[in-house]
């Protein structure tokens, strides 16, 4: 879990608040459902998530940068063992055996908080880090997402989505699939792979993958149907 409830809850309303004038790109996955049953307003800029494109350069110069496999012992400018393990077990697979072999092998790695690894509250992990130190919520879903890119799996299919918990009253991160037109969950708390519509209590602030993201707002039409039951 993302031990930072009001640091996302303080993004999520400036996002609200700013959307018309930067997020009014028609675009994106037009033909995919709606997740958690909110509104998505879709834009390409994504620099203002500095975590996120942060992690994105630690990332790109991590797998430029990297030489041979690491050695016992070693973890700086080399290829975890477990990463090409993993890659090398998940392309030959279908995309739900994909997304079912990465979600099962990444949820066996021990939360470990931000403050812990890091000495702060809210670094986000290359998926390098994550292999080497673990991590928190954000971490599993970014290795995850990242280790399905390496795998073959397009960027318009998957999203990282940052939520809010309302049974733990916590915010958390996952990652969301698209296939076959419908929308899979990836968690970290959750041992398989289900259907997002499955888990009713979480409730997305923004998603988002390598080209752009989604402000997620409550759907007018969900909430008119549900209060005329």
């Known amino acids: ?19 018309p004038a930067f997020a009014s790109d028609v675009g994106g996955l037009a033909s995919y459902p709606e ?46 063992r477990e990463w090409q393990r993993i890659v090398d077990l998940l392309r030959p697979l279908d995309i739900k055996a994909k997304l079912q ?4 092998l990444i949820n066996r790695y021990p939360y470990i908080p931000s403050e812990t690894n890091w000495h702060e509250e809210n670094y986000w992990e290359t998926p390098f880090e994550f292999l080497t130190r673990s991590g928190q919520c954000q971490d599993y879903a970014i290795t995850k997402f990242m280790l399905l890119r390496a795998a073959g799996v397009d960027n318009d299919l998957l ?60 759907n007018p039409l969900r909430i008119t149907s549900a209060s005329l039951r």
């Open 35 to 80: 997740i958690f049953g909110t509104h998505e307003t879709y834009s390409r800029e994504i620099d203002r998530f500095y975590k996120w494109t942060g992690m994105l350069q630690r990332w790109s110069t991590a797998r430029h940068g990297a030489g041979a496999p690491c050695a016992p012992g070693q973890s700086e400018r080399c290829v975890p």
């Open 101 to 104: 072999a990465v979600n099962a």
């Open 159 to 218: 999203r990282v989505v940052v939520l809010h918990d309302a049974r733990l009253n916590l915010d958390h991160a996952v990652v969301v699939a698209y296939v076959a037109g419908e929308a899979l969950l990836l968690d970290n708390q959750i041992p398989d792979v289900v259907p997002v519509d499955s888990v009713p209590l979480y409730q997305p602030y923004y998603s988002i993958n390598e080209s752009g993201w989604w402000l997620h707002t409550p």
């Open 1 to 19: 879990m993302l031990r930072i409830h009001r640091l996302f809850t303080v993004i999520f309303v400036t996002l609200l608040a700013t959307a």
